[in-house]
T-cell receptor, first 114, second 114 residues
Framework: LAKTTQPISMDSYEGQEVNITCSHN???????ITWYQQFPSQGPRFIIQ?????VTNEVASLFIPADRKSSTLSLPRVSLSDTAVYYC???????????????WGLGTSLAVNP | GAVVSQHPSRVICKSGTSVKIECRSL??????MFWYRQFPKQSLMLMAT?????????EQGVEKDKFLINHASLTLSTLTVTSAHPEDSSFYIC??????????FGPGTRLLVL
């Protein structure tokens, strides 16, 4: 199972773009990279998932270099409501018979200031 | 889509009693559901994986006789904490997965054992 490393915390201001980088040096060929957001006392919320290059949805972008040993979650123009913990996870989601476990690290605690 | 609910959202019980937590996938059928536990300021810890119609697979260190998991249908999994003690007080979160999809999480259940 691929281990991930993220910064413990980050600070930003409203309106800024925030980039959170995650290292996953031993990512496997079948592994996808997924980011979740968690607010206090709530379950994690799926943000974005990708395999390689760049993925963009309505809330974020995910940049994955060719070697896939890291990934960067980009949150454009953050607001106070984006203050949360962000988790990067690596796993084989598309092996239908495999209950591939997700190992959760401590995530990155993002604080958005006024 | 992909909504997962949990009930109750919070529960307070006396030491020695049993507590049942329900996890439902509201708009999809989940072949696999996961149960996590999260202590304050810590990350999610996988407790067990349950597949519809079969026995749950517990993680190392999780007592299967204490944390009973039943996944009787494709939309419902239950976690029963038997003979709960104060050290079982935690935030319990379930997630559901459909075949090739990523995991979607419930809102969590806060358990306080007095």
């Amino acid at each position: 199972l691929a281990k991930t490393t993220q910064p413990i915390s980050m600070d930003s201001y409203e309106g800024q773009e925030v980039n959170i980088t995650c290292s996953h040096n031993n990512i496997a060929t079948n592994d996808y990279i997924t980011w979740y957001q968690q607010f206090p006392s709530q379950g994690p919320r799926f943000i974005i998932q990708g395999y390689k290059t760049k993925v963009t949805n309505e809330v974020a972008s995910l940049f994955i270099p060719a070697d896939r040993k890291s990934s960067t979650l980009s949150l454009p123009r953050v607001s106070l409501s984006d203050t949360a913990v962000y988790y990067c996870l690596v796993g084989d989601y598309y092996n239908a018979g495999n209950n591939r476990k997700l190992i959760w690290g401590l995530g990155t605690s993002l604080a958005v200031n006024p | 889509g992909a909504v997962v609910s949990q009930h109750p959202s919070r529960v307070i019980c006396k030491s020695g009693t049993s507590v049942k937590i329900e996890c439902r996938s509201l708009d999809f059928q989940a072949t696999t559901m996961f149960w996590y536990r999260q202590f304050p300021k810590q990350s999610l810890m996988l407790m067990a994986t349950s597949n519809e119609g079969s026995k749950a697979t517990y993680e190392q260190g999780v007592e299967k006789d204490k944390f009973l998991i039943n996944h009787a249908s494709l939309t419902l999994s239950t976690l029963t904490v038997t003979s709960a003690h104060p050290e079982d007080s935690s935030f319990y979160i379930c997630s559901a997965r459909v075949g090739l999809e990523t995991q979607y999480f419930g809102p969590g259940t806060r358990l306080l054992v007095l």
